[in-house]
Structures are given as C-alpha cells and as structure tokens.
C-alpha cells in the first residue's frame, strides 16, 4: 500500500480544511488508516482514524467535534474534514494505514505504511 496526502494549505482560524488520503493497492489490503500530526517541536500524536472493517472511528481528545473522518472503499481514500481550526492544530498532517492486522488502531506503532505529509498552518 501506498498513501497519497493532499489538501494542506493556510487557513485562518475557524476556518476550514479537508485532507485526502488515496491508498494504492486493493482496499482489503489495509485494516485500518487515518491521520496523525507533528507540530515543530513537539511528539508526534494521532489525529483520527478509522477501521476498515465497520465504522469503528478514533479521535484525538482536542479534535472531538471538530474533525471528522470519512472514507470512500470505492475510491480507497480517506478524508479528514477539519472544521473550526484552531491554531494549535498547526501541523504537518500524515497518512497512515494499517496493512498488518494489530486489532488496535489508537496509537501509531498500530500503523506500518505513512504516506508524505501536507502542511496545515492556521492563522491567528
């Protein structure tokens, strides 16, 4: 599997965002996929993610309610529509898939493939 991140850009903030992850490969090749951030300085931490199998969804305690994880099995892509952001959601955001079934999808080691990452930088 391969990921393709798009939809990164400036905005200000309470403003708007949607990412696109697109998977190469058939879609059963992956058990779970998502977003996780890096902001200069700090840990890296999952964002959001979501399982391939039912409608089972993750998200980060400071995105709750604000973004939202989509994906269309047809397409093998996986959204992340970001509303009302915030500027410490400043980040470079990073696709990640599941292709080794762990049975957990909250922490990254649970991940084995990243994709590149697209720069959000939101404006006070």
């Known amino acids: 599997v391969q990921l393709q991140a798009s939809g990164g850009g400036l905005v200000q903030a309470g403003g708007s965002l949607r990412l696109s992850c697109v998977a190469s490969?058939?879609?059963?090749?992956?058990?779970?996929m998502g977003w996780f951030r890096q902001a200069p300085g700090k840990e890296r931490e999952v964002v959001s993610t979501t399982m391939y199998s039912d409608l089972s969804t993750y998200y980060l305690d400071t995105v709750k309610g604000r973004f939202t994880i989509s994906r269309d099995n047809a397409k093998n892509t996986v959204y992340l529509q970001m509303d009302n952001l915030k500027p410490e959601d400043t980040a470079v955001y990073y696709c990640?898939?599941?292709?080794?079934?762990?049975?957990?999808?909250?922490?990254?080691?649970?991940?084995?493939?990243w994709g590149q990452g697209t720069l959000v930088t939101v404006s006070s």
């Open positions: 990640i898939a599941q292709t080794s079934f762990s049975g957990s999808y909250h922490s990254l080691k649970d991940f084995d493939v």
């Open positions: 490969g058939r879609s059963s090749s992956w058990y779970a």
